[in-house]
């Protein structure tokens, strides 16, 4: 059964450090691979994701996330945290379209990020 | 382009009453989804529609029925309500196929008492 494993339930970075959210998931093959954030209070919002090529993805506020066939893994980073930063993050797997119709999302439980000034 | 709209934003119930939750896309996406969130639970679907007229049971359904009334709505009703589904709920839309992500709406926080 496909799962979506996030090791670290809280973490906290000091303004200007990096940041890297780890990612594992489960699954026979290479899945849809999502990240979204979610700041307080708000709905969740896509910051990028991976189906297919360069496994260095670049999204939205200046995330990054590397896919790791070999680790199973999809983590975010960005180099320097601003304060902005501080939400819910989310990792999520999918499998590919033409699996057949069962194409629902599998939720990491998430991580939470403060950031100290 | 308001893209998913949720209502209310909040509700109080007490143990027993029913109310129905409305979501509604204007990206004229053909699925839709609807979530709950709890504390270290993560997202659970509860039920989605994958096109118009079609709607299946999600991870944690007990408890809700869904309608896709058009394209653009799929609501969410709880007919007697429980302490077990005080928790925020999150609808979602996505165009099917393809590389496509989930829009999701700003939530309803339902506290029931």
């Known amino acids: 059964a496909q799962s979506v494993t996030q090791p670290d339930i809280h973490i906290t970075v000091s303004e200007g450090a990096s940041l890297e959210l780890r990612c594992n998931y489960s699954?026979?093959?290479?899945?849809?691979l999502f990240w979204y954030v979610q700041s307080p209070g708000q709905g969740l919002q896509l910051l990028l994701k991976?189906?297919?090529?360069d496994t260095l993805v670049q999204g939205i506020k200046g995330f990054e996330a590397e896919f790791k066939r070999s680790q199973s893994s999809f983590n975010l980073r960005k180099p320097s945290v601003h304060w902005s930063d501080a939400a819910e993050y989310f990792c999520?797997?999918?499998?590919?379209?033409?699996?057949?119709?069962?194409?629902?999302?599998?939720w990491g439980l998430g991580t939470s990020l403060a950031v100290n000034p | 382009n308001a893209g998913v709209t949720q209502t209310p934003k909040f509700q109080v119930l007490k143990t027993g009453q029913s109310m129905t939750l409305q979501c509604a896309q204007d990206?004229?996406?053909?699925?839709m989804y609807w979530y709950r969130q709890d504390p270290g639970m993560g997202l659970r679907l509860i039920y989605y529609s994958a096109s118009e007229g079609t709607t299946d049971k999600g991870e944690v359904p007990n408890g809700y029925n869904v309608s896709r009334l058009n394209k653009r709505e799929f609501s969410l009703r709880l007919e007697s309500a429980a302490p077990s589904q005080t928790s925020v709920y999150f609808c979602?839309?996505?165009?099917?196929?393809?590389?496509?992500?989930?829009?999701f709406g700003p939530g309803t926080r339902l506290t029931v008492l």
């Open positions: 999520a797997v999918e499998t590919p379209y033409n699996a057949g119709n069962n194409r629902k999302l599998i």
């Open positions: 699954y026979g093959a290479t899945p849809y």
């Open positions: 991976y189906f297919s090529g």
């Open positions: 979602a839309s996505r165009v099917t196929g393809g590389t496509d992500e989930q829009f």
């Open positions: 990206m004229n996406h053909n699925s």
